[in-house]
Each structure stands twice: as structure tokens, then as C-alpha cells.
């Protein structure tokens, strides 16, 4: 006999077959019991007679352990029933094995309301609750869509390495690596090579850890993170990268509502709203503009918008165009790294843009510069204090041997899925989250 799965069930009324999965909770009623089980696929409850020879036994077993049911599919009564996956059948156990005793659990999985310290703190065992479950199956979703898009587009999937020599940033904080009898570093980006790569294969992408290494304490910033990038060549402009992305974002929505209706049911996440035209897009210069029409907050000049900045751009794109995202392009070259391209018809601003997302930033990205004397010139600018060909010179070989124009973008995986699914905290969408105080287990007492 195989094993059927709880989501086919309901085809085998009357019929004798075996489940395996994990315990949920255990009802005793003295002299009957009740055992709901669970497996990838959904629920059941299962019934244990008293006259079972294996009652005493099922009695004592607590939440999460594992169990194979051999037994009979039967209808519920009609008072008995419920809503959802298999609440109109129930399964009568005939024989019970145990595959694996849970010890008694710290805390109800799915019924505790638990501080996120001490959800990471049993980050093994708090990932089984239905919620978090929810989450990181949605977030796998979000991936798939991210490959899928850029497959059908002609991107080639390529791996980044995360030990590099140097900062690929040339800016971000990096956690140094003793490689061997030399100093390395932990990637902050794969940006040089997504970029060498596009001199490989004209369109390319990655989805990986990144590590930086600044002290942020905000529910926006981890330490290591998922990065989805693209880099794609013989563009027109940065507006060739908004429009792709758009796809690629509307693509991984339509996913997540295709193939997590489920997921989001649980976690009552409700799908971001995005305009039939294509998403709003205004240099950060009309941003700041807007901002200081619609909230009297006046940030026109500055180099950046800050995060209440963002939140309320995004409060007016959803009001006025009907649009959970908006881009921003045309920050300045100061705030913008070496590899941006600067706008000529824009004189201090480049062709570089964010992506928000219900009012947080989730995507920069932009058109790069592709020619190697320019590029040269840039890095000479940004850091005056190194050698380029000695700090670079395997990234500009890219150069030197015939780049097209290009640009792409990075997207932060726990970024987007806290803010799909209405997470206070980007952390709640890391998997193993590593913040300042954390690498599993706290890094001190508190
Ligand atoms: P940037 O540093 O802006 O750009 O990062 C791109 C996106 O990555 C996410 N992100 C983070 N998520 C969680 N914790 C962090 N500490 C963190 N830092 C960044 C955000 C952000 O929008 N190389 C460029 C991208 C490019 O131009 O292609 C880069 O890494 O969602």
C-alpha cells in the first residue's frame, strides 16, 4: 500500500489505506482519543477507540511526534463537521506506529503568541508552526517566480562566489574572512560578477547570501541576506531594467496568488494592488516634490528620501495611481557607487533607481557604465585613495575585452516577502535570521 497524502483523503471514503505524518494535538476524552495529524499536504483528525491495545500508549504522546496510521477513511456526521481540507471525514486508526517520540514541547506551537527572540531561539522547532510554515513557503514561491520570469526572458542562472578579495561594494561594511594566509572578505553583492557576467551570457541572474556588516538594529536590515539579482546587456537605458523588473514583480506576485492561496489564507495576507498601466516612476528630485505637497515635509535637495520619506511616496502612489510600488530614479552621483552611470542630460544625477514597495525600498539598481576608460575614471573619483587596477583588476578585464551597455538590479528576498505578507519585521521572512545579537542562538547575555 502507499502512503496517501492528507490532500487525498477525501478520494478514498471506505477505503482502507495508511498516513503518516506529525502529530498537531491530542484530544483525550477518557475513553476515546483524538489524534490530528499532519503532513505537507493538510490535516486530518484520527480516532483512536479505547478498546485500542495501543490506547494507554497513544495517550501519553505529545505534539510533533511521528506517526504512521494504518486505518479506515469514514465520514463525519454531519454535527461533527467543519470547514476546510478533510473537515467532513475522519480517519479510525487500526494500527499506530511511532517513528519518532517529540519530547514535551516548550510551548503550544500554533496557540502561543511568542516575542520573536524566542522564536529564533527554537528556530528549528518554531518553524513548524502553520504561520511561519506559510511564510517560507510563500517566499519559495517568490524565488520560483523570480527564476521562472528570467528563464522565459533568456536570463542564464549563474552561482556568485561569497568569498571575494575585495568589497564588490566599495562601500558597504564587510566581516573579514581569514582565507588561508591572506585577508578575505564575505560577499556584500555579487555586482562584479553578475556584471562579468553579462559579457558571458547578455542576461544574466543569481539568487544568494549576501553579508554585510553594519550595526543596524532597524526591522528593515539583517547581517546575511537573500539577494535576487539581474544584470542585462544591450539596454537603451535604466528604463529598460524598471520595465523588466516590473515583469519579473508582477510575475512573482501572480505566483504567490496562483500557488499560495493556502499560505495566504493562514496568514490573511492580502495581495498587493498594482495599476493596469505600468508601475509610477519619477526622479527623486518629483519625489521629494510630492512629498512636500502631500505632507508638508520639505526634503527637496536632499540625497536620499528617508524611510518615512518612502513610506508616505508610496502612501501617494497607492492613492493616486492605485499602485502598492513605485520607482525612483535619478539619485545623485554622490549617493549612487562608482558603477552607476551618470545621466548627461542630468548633470549630478545618474541613471539609477529604487524600487518601493508599500513604502519600503526593496530594489536599487540602474544602468552601469560599460566602457572602460570611464569606468576607470569613476572608481578614481569615488575612492581616490586606491590603485583600480590593483583593487579591480579582474572585474575590468570585463572591460577591457568589450562590454554592451548594461544595467540590472538587486532585490532583497526577506525584504519583499515580510512586506507581501505584511510582516512588521524583515527578520520574520529570514529563514535563520543573523542579526547583530544572533547567529542562531543569542551572541550575549542579555
Ligand atoms: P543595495 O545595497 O541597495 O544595492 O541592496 C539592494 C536591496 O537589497 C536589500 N538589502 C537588504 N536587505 C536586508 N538587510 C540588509 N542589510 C540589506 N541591504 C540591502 C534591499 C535593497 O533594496 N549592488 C546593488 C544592487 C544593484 O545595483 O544591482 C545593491 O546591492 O531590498
Not at 504522546?61 to 506517526?67: A, F, M, W
Not at 564575505?186 to 559579457?199: C, D, E, N, W
Not at 493616486?320 to 551618470?342: A, L, N, Q
Request: charged share 30%; proline share 5%.
Amino acid at each position: 500500500m502507499e502512503r496517501c497524502l492528507m490532500e487525498n483523503l477525501g478520494e478514498q471514503k471506505g477505503q482502507g489505506v495508511f498516513i503518516s505524518g506529525k502529530i498537531a494535538a491530542v484530544r483525550d476524552h477518557g475513553k476515546l482519543l483524538f489524534i490530528d495529524l499532519y503532513d505537507r499536504t493538510g490535516s486530518v483528525q484520527c480516532f483512536v477507540p479505547g478498546s485500542h491495545s495501543m490506547f494507554a500508549e497513544a495517550q501519553k504522546l505529545s505534539p510533533e511526534s511521528v506517526l504512521t496510521l494504518t486505518g479506515k477513511v469514514q465520514e463525519r456526521p454531519e454535527k461533527n463537521r467543519t470547514e476546510g481540507l478533510n473537515g467532513d471525514v475522519e480517519f479510525v486508526v487500526e494500527e499506530l506506529t511511532v517513528l519518532a517520540k517529540a519530547q514535551e514541547l516548550p510551548f503550544d506551537l500554533d496557540m502561543a503568541d511568542l516575542n520573536l527572540d524566542t522564536r529564533f531561539d527554537y528556530r528549528p522547532l518554531t518553524l513548524r508552526r502553520s504561520d511561519d510554515r506559510a511564510v517560507f513557503r510563500v517566499q519559495a514561491l517568490i524565488a520560483q517566480g523570480f527564476r521562472d520570469y528570467l528563464t522565459s526572458q533568456g536570463f542564464v542562472e549563474f552561482q556568485a562566489p561569497k568569498i571575494v578579495g575585495g568589497d564588490a561594494e566599495g562601500g558597504a561594511e564587510v566581516f573579514p574572512v581569514d582565507y588561508f594566509d591572506v585577508k578575505a572578505s564575505l560577499a556584500t553583492s555579487p555586482q562584479l560578477y553578475k556584471q562579468i557576467m553579462v559579457g558571458v551570457f547578455e542576461r544574466a541572474f543569481c539568487i544568494g547570501n549576501v553579508f554585510r556588516a553594519e550595526k543596524h538594529s532597524t526591522s528593515r536590515h539583517l547581517n546575511e541576506y537573500t539577494s535576487m539579482d539581474f544584470e542585462m546587456g544591450y539596454i537603451t537605458d535604466h528604463t529598460d531594467v524598471t520595465s523588466m523588473l516590473e515583469g519579473v514583480v508582477r510575475h512573482m506576485v501572480a505566483t504567490v496568488a496562483e500557488k499560495g492561496e493556502r499560505e495566504l489564507a493562514v496568514l490573511g495576507a492580502a495581495l498587493p494592488t498594482f495599476p493596469e498601466k505600468p508601475f509610477p516612476i519619477v526622479k527623486l528630485v518629483e519625489a521629494q516634490e510630492i512629498i512636500k505637497k502631500e505632507f508638508g515635509d520639505d526634503c527637496v535637495g536632499e540625497p536620499d528620501l528617508s524611510p518615512e520619506h518612502e513610506r508616505q511616496l508610496c502612501e501617494y502612489a497607492l492613492k493616486e495611481h492605485g499602485s502598492d510600488c513605485i520607482f525612483v530614479t535619478h539619485y545623485p552621483t554622490e549617493k549612487r557607487p562608482w558603477y552607476t552611470y551618470d545621466d548627461a542630460d542630468d548633470p549630478g544625477y545618474t541613471k539609477s533607481f529604487d524600487l518601493l514597495f508599500r513604502g519600503v525600498e526593496i530594489t536599487s539598481g540602474g544602468q552601469r557604465v560599460h566602457e572602460y576608460d570611464a569606468l576607470v575614471r569613476k572608481i578614481k573619483e569615488k575612492l581616490p585613495n586606491i590603485d583600480p587596477e590593483k583593487e579591480f583588476g579582474f572585474y575590468l578585464q570585463a572591460f577591457q575585452y568589450g562590454m554592451p551597455p548594461h544595467g540590472g538590479m538587486g532585490l532583497g528576498l526577506e525584504r519583499f516577502t515580510a512586506k507581501i505578507l505584511g510582516l512588521a519585521n524583515a527578520k520574520e521572512a529570514a529563514i535563520f535570521p543573523r542579526d547583530r545579537n544572533r547567529i542562531d542562538i543569542r551572541l550575549y547575555e542579555q
